[in-house]
């Protein structure tokens, strides 16, 4: 199936020290799917939830970047309203628009984009892996999570920091509850029983953060915090 946009949405809760990073990496992985890719649009849109530090400004670091700002709550009405308005915006119908969801604590390799378009083209679901930032301070948990983590094809994993679905079967499917966490296992649950088209892909991969304390209940930080 022929893909006219892609839209980036970025959910953030008080990130303004991962944001710069995360929305140049994004921005760099835009320009290379550009010059990849051509007569496909690319868009990016940062939903700031809440935000009471630096957050706005430093969204706003990427010239280009739609910024939309709220009380939502939960990290899933916050992805919700940024697929919503991403999906307005777009100049492409709803079938023809691939939504690329990553976070704000996350790194996205260059050819991010490019490698969920390809995939796109015969999927309407991918679900990606993630790498934890390897420091000098968590060496030992890096370790442990690479013993249970499983990085290639068909991987049983599930990240909102690395997932992508197609704009019509978004809203078939009624999109990202407002979840306080699994926002995006949920989805997934939902999409696998309506049988759509998926692939699990461990050639897409992004690399985020490896700290403990995380802006959810039960993320992926509080997974790492917890491995023994």
Same mark, same amino acid.
């Given at each position: ?5 892609l839209v980036?949405?970025? *959910?953030a ?6 944001l710069p990073t995360?929305?140049?990496?994004? @921005?760099?992985a835009?320009l290379?799917f550009?010059?990849?890719v051509p007569?496909?649009?690319?868009? $990016?849109t940062?939903?700031?939830d ?11 670091s990427?010239?280009g970047?739609s910024?939309?700002?709220g009380d939502?709550?939960s990290?899933?009405?916050?992805r919700h ?11 492409s119908? *709803? ?6 969801? %990553? @976070?704000? @604590?996350t790194v996205v390799?260059?050819d ?17 892996t993630?790498?934890?930032?390897l420091t ?7 370790e442990?999570?690479?013993?249970e ?9 599930v990240?909102g ?7 019509? %079967?978004?809203?078939e499917?009624?999109g990202?509850? *407002?979840l306080?966490?699994?926002?995006d296992?949920?989805?997934?649950q939902?999409?696998k029983a309506?049988a ?6 461990? %050639?897409?991969? $992004?690399? %985020?953060?490896?700290r403990?304390?995380g802006? $959810?209940?039960a993320g992926f930080?509080?997974?790492l915090r917890?491995l023994?």
């Open positions: 199936m022929n893909t006219g946009q980036v949405v970025v *959910p809760h008080n990130e303004e020290d991962w995360c929305l140049a990496a994004v @921005d760099e835009r290379h550009l010059h990849s007569r496909v649009l690319v868009s $990016v940062v939903v700031l809440r935000c009471t530090d630096g957050s706005a400004d430093a969204a706003r990427i010239p970047v910024v939309i700002s939502f709550g990290v899933g009405a916050a309203a940024g697929v919503r308005f991403a999906l307005a915006r777009s100049r119908l *709803p079938q023809h628009t691939w939504i690329a969801n %990553t @976070d704000a @604590d390799p260059r991010w984009l490019v490698g969920q378009y390809r995939l796109a083209l015969e999927h309407d679901l991918v679900l990606g993630v790498h934890p930032v000098a301070e968590n060496a030992e948990r890096v442990l999570w690479s013993r983590y499983v990085p290639e094809d068909g991987h049983p994993h990240h920091a690395n997932l992508g679905m197609r704009g019509s %079967t978004y809203q499917l009624g990202f509850k *407002p306080a966490q699994d926002e296992v949920d989805l997934v939902r999409a309506a759509v088209r998926w692939t699990a892909a461990g %050639t897409v991969r $992004v690399l %985020t953060s490896s403990t304390e802006r $959810v209940p930080s509080s997974y917890l023994r």
